[in-house]
């Protein structure tokens, strides 16, 4: 709809490509003015969720940029299957350090900005994966499990303020990120087209809307959520 979050400001990471880009320019589309951030790509500030210090910065710059912050979208994240037999902790701690740190320091960097809005809206990035498990999805699936229990901690301490936080947990989205895998393992678009009850894989846009949705007057009176955008999938586990 647009016009609804007119005049509000919103900072999204991953913003380069994937669900992050779909949410800047759905945000965009309904009125609000996005500071976008990312590893690469055609953002407002190019930079690594993960340096120690940054998450305050981006705060900072999006409120120097737009005189506030409203709305704030951590979509920055990783994903790949790594057998959890020789599993290594390099590997294990990046992936908690995207998924889950980086995301917990800009939600904590931005709670002062977040409390003088009244309006405040924060929608983390989770995944079916924060619900179930799956082989070869170890920190993948321990990170977004930590990200739908940190999202519902949030909302109950914010609340008081007007704060919203809500988790959203993707099912099988084609995104630069995932296309890979699917076209190295064309059983593997199959397995999912068909698991979903839509019938297909879930396009970038179909999250952002539902993030938009969330960051809305519309959707005030929900928080502490996780909202499965899958197509349906999860109805046949």
Known sequence: MAGRLEGRSALVTGAGSGIGLATARRLAADGARVFTVDLKGEVDRLADVTAPGINAELVAAAVARHGGLDILVPCAGVSAFHPLEGHDDDYFDHVMAVNLTAVFRLIRDAVPALKQSPQGRIVTIGSTMARFGDAGLVAYGASKHAVLGMTRSVACEL???????????????????????????????????????????????????????????????????????DGGAMTRQ
């Open 159 to 229: 609340g008081p303020f007007g704060i919203t936080a809500n988790c959203l947990q993707p099912g099988a989205i084609e995104t630069p990120m995932t296309e890979p895998a699917f076209t190295a393992m064309p059983e593997f678009r199959t397995y999912f087209e068909k698991k979903a009850a839509l019938g297909r894989l879930g396009q970038p846009e179909d999250v952002a809307d539902v993030i938009a949705f969330l960051c809305s007057d519309d959707a005030r009176f929900m928080t502490g959520q996780g909202f499965f955008v």
